[in-house]
């Protein structure tokens, strides 16, 4: 079982208006406890999509990606998932959660993809969450005599991710934005994607982090120099999260009060770093905010490393740099792919089921990973920060530096599973705690005092949000 968001409701029982309607329509239909172990099959996932023309309910199967560009192509409407808010007034107006695949619920139209009538049994969203009904196809069949069928699904089989090929990273790459820009001369990639400088603060602090000899008076001098910055890391030390005695008047007093030395030098550097690329104006419906995710990310993989045995224990500052950082990637397929990332954006919307990494290869070849971890390496930064953004999706990396991917994996999954970043909540491998040397227990408490921090941090990236 997944670890849950919060303490659900293990009842089994359907809600009333899903079962009288299943009734009304004579569909023999059990609820069940969802579980993991059904196969994606067999599990029908719904989205309710809208144009200028009006709604219209898609009905596929979880082992397939969504294609709105094959949609557009059948239907003649450039459709997207409609508005959350509308689709929160639809269901409360029948007490649902989620929304179920049963046609007769809404007054749309209704297309599925005709190969979930290749099984025997369904499972489909009771509008309950963690409850489904387990349906015969035969008796779904009679659900979709008004419904449109087609084949407009990409099998998620079909798309090879590139989890643990770095070597094939800067080709690919170059490949993807090739086909974008319909270049036909090969360039340096460098030149191609036209990534700005990194900033001369970064590169500041990135000589402070390898100088042994560096002191709290370098570190304030060069902070002190982007005003921003400055604010940004006293709002920090000042935060409630932290709690500090009395109020935070410096940078200084942040560092040798309240942050220390470490912290406060990972935190600026991707503080800076982030500042070289713009926060895109689009983003998926239901996203997490940026910073927030970052942050969040950042408090787990931080109480993860003080979990973790002592003898294996990572440096902590920059553990704390790789949950930051971790979805750096993001920004630069924006930056990079503007027109594209936009419908990203929208497949993003209508699979939810699915890790981003699928949909960033089906629509570009590459994902947020590699062209994180290419910049990554391409500003010299720390291999243990590359490794860290390039592996993150893979929970059995087990390379160099292993610990980090590992630990950000672990730290993405678990907020994932408590509705924080982006990707489908899921079970956790055991084999990513056994690997990490670190209990299920322990590391469900590092996110439970994250979460019950969640006022103080949701202030806090607001505050980074602004100053971006």
Not at 176 to 196: G, H, K, N, S
Not at 286 to 295: E, L, N, V
Not at 316 to 326: K, P
Not at 410 to 420: D, E, F, S, Y
């Amino acid at each position: 079982m997944t670890e849950p968001a919060s303490s659900p409701d293990t009842s089994t029982q359907a809600p009333h208006v899903i079962t009288q309607l299943l009734q009304k329509l004579g569909i023999h239909h059990e609820a069940q406890l969802d579980s993991t172990e059904l196969p994606a099959a067999q599990r029908l996932q719904a989205i309710l999509l809208d144009d200028a023309v009006g709604a219209l309910l898609v009905l596929y199967s979880q082992d397939q990606l969504l294609d709105l560009a094959r949609l557009t192509e059948l239907t003649g409407r450039h459709l997207t998932v409609i508005k959350a808010e509308r689709l929160e007034r639809m269901l409360d107006k029948h007490a649902l959660k989620v929304l179920p695949g049963i046609p007769a619920l809404t007054s749309s139209p209704c297309l599925y993809d005709e190969r979930i009538l290749q099984q025997q049994v369904l499972y489909i969203e009771s509008g309950q969450p963690g409850v489904l009904l387990k349906v015969s196809t035969e008796s779904f069949k009679a659900l979709l005599s008004k419904a449109s069928a087609a084949r407009f699904g990409e099998p998620v089989e079909n798309i090879r991710l590139n989890l643990n090929r770095p070597d094939d990273d800067r080709a690919e790459i170059t490949q993807a934005v090739q086909a974008f820009t319909a270049r036909r001369i090969q360039q340096r990639l460098e030149e191609t994607i036209e990534i700005p400088p990194l900033a001369k603060t970064a590169k500041q602090l990135m000589k402070l982090r390898v100088n042994p000899d560096a002191s709290v008076n370098d570190i304030t001098s060069v902070v002190e120099t982007d005003p921003a910055l400055a604010a940004q890391v006293i709002s920090w030390a000042a935060s409630p999260y932290y709690a500090a005695p009395s109020k935070i008047r410096s940078v200084e007093d942040a560092i040798v009060r309240v942050l220390g030395f470490d912290l406060v030098i990972n935190l600026a550097l991707g503080l800076a770093m982030d500042k070289s690329l713009s926060l895109p104006k689009d983003s998926p419906q239901r996203s997490t905010p940026y910073w927030q995710q970052a942050i969040y990310t950042a408090a787990v993989i931080d109480g993860l490393t003080q979990a973790l045995p002592r003898a294996h224990r990572p440096e902590a500052g920059l553990t704390y740099l790789a949950g930051l950082l971790h979805n750096f990637g993001y920004l630069v397929l924006a930056h990079v792919f503007p027109p594209h990332f936009s419908l990203i954006c929208r497949h993003l919307e209508a699979n939810p089921h699915l890790h981003h990494n699928y949909i960033e290869q089906h629509l570009l070849g590459i994902t947020r990973e590699q062209i994180g971890a290419w910049l990554m390496r391409h500003w010299d930064m720390p291999e243990e920060i590359v490794a860290a953004l390039r592996f993150q999706q893979d929970p059995d990396y087990d390379g160099e530096y292993a610990l980090f991917p590992n630990m950000t994996c672990l730290a993405i999954r678990l907020l994932n599973n408590h509705g924080i970043g982006s990707g489908p909540q899921g079970e956790i491998p055991q084999s990513l705690y056994d690997n990490l040397g670190i209990s299920r227990e322990k590391a469900l408490e590092a996110v439970s005092r994250v979460l019950h921090a969640e006022t103080a941090l949701r202030e806090l990236a607001s505050q980074f949000q602004l100053g971006h």
